[in-house]
């Protein structure tokens, strides 16, 4: 078991040589450990739709195609502390059976528990987002009454059949 769950973040990071990273429905982070006092000038980054480039003082870091497509105008980095870049890309699908299996197409790949558990949290993160617009969620997986929109999922449990996001849901009535 390579990356545990982090309670507080909801976070299931994939570990990597140069940092890490994770994903949320809408959004993958990366976070790659740079040399103290590296300045943003020495960081050469390129981010479109389907492919990443990011070099530090010329050396690259990461270079390749990626799992899925982003929105490219709506990808960002940063560099914090001067010793990490911080990278968000907003995912074009951003359904919950969206759960990249790996960050490039064929590098960086999650083992299978940790791919597990960054599935059960994206089904339970599209739950929470669904327990907020709707009275009751019934399904066999899981059951919430949700009079409090901000119902809290950090700590729930998920079992059964929560692969490609679980149950649809959507024509449940209101």
Not at 69 to 85: A, P, Q
Not at 102 to 130: C, G, H, I
Not at 148 to 174: C, M, R, V
Request: with cysteine; net charge negative.
């Amino acid at each position: 078991m390579s990356a545990p769950f982090e309670e507080r973040s909801g976070v299931v990071p994939c570990g990597t040589p140069w940092g890490r990273w994770y994903q949320t429905l809408e959004e993958v982070f990366i976070e790659v450990q740079v040399p103290p006092g590296t300045r943003a000038k020495d960081i050469r980054c390129s981010l479109q739709s389907r492919h990443i480039a990011l070099s530090v003082r010329g050396r690259e870091v990461l270079q390749g195609k990626l799992f899925d497509s982003t929105i490219t105008d709506e990808g960002t980095w940063t560099l914090e502390d001067n010793k990490l870049i911080r990278i968000v890309l907003m995912k074009t699908n951003r359904d919950a059976g969206n759960c990249w299996t790996s960050l490039l197409e064929n590098e960086y790949a999650a083992d299978p528990w940790v791919q597990d558990q960054m599935q059960r949290k994206l089904t339970l993160e599209r739950f929470q987002r669904e327990a907020s617009s709707r009275t009751t969620i019934t399904p066999y997986i899981l059951c919430l009454h949700t009079e409090n929109p901000g119902f809290d999922f950090s700590g729930a449990e998920i079992s059964g059949n929560y692969s490609k996001g679980g149950p649809d849901f959507s024509s449940l009535e209101k």
